[in-house]
């Protein structure tokens, strides 16, 4: 992709700070970081979201995160860390090239996931189950 920084910074073209790098990953420091050390993996060929990921791209992409969230985790003494993917606009995706973040977590760091859960009513839950069964499509051997 031309106009994709991420794939810029993979070719060389934009200057990273870069933590980690095989043939098929690149781990930099996020330039907006929610706390210092604030990383991304992500896999070197364009993938514009999750769902567009190559299958032979998750194991490369897990074993970086487990790389650098070790790393994370021992250089910055973290007693907890984030994970987390956003895809698609309306989920916060900003740069569309799939990218997995880790996040460095502090006792007091005012970083809060407020949520207002539902529950289910008689039935929605068998309903949504059902619905979404008959859409799990395996991967071809």
Not at 114 to 133: A, N, P
């Amino acid at each position: 992709m031309t106009d994709c920084v991420f794939c810029k910074i993979i070719s060389g073209k934009i200057p990273a700070e870069v933590l980690f790098e095989n043939d098929h990953v690149i781990s930099l420091l996020d330039i907006n970081p929610i706390h210092f050390g604030h990383a991304l993996i992500l896999p070197k060929q364009h993938c514009r979201d999750f769902l567009d990921l190559p299958s032979e791209a998750y194991q490369s992409i897990l074993e970086a995160a487990k790389i650098i969230t070790n790393a994370l985790v021992q250089s910055l003494h973290l007693e907890g860390y984030n994970l987390f993917s956003n895809n698609g606009q309306i989920a916060g995706q900003s740069v569309f090239h799939f990218h997995l973040h880790v996040t460095p977590r502090y006792p007091d760091d005012n970083i809060r996931f407020v949520l207002k859960l539902k529950q289910y009513s008689d039935g929605e839950l068998k309903r949504y189950g059902t619905i979404i069964r008959q859409h799990i499509q395996l991967p071809s051997a």
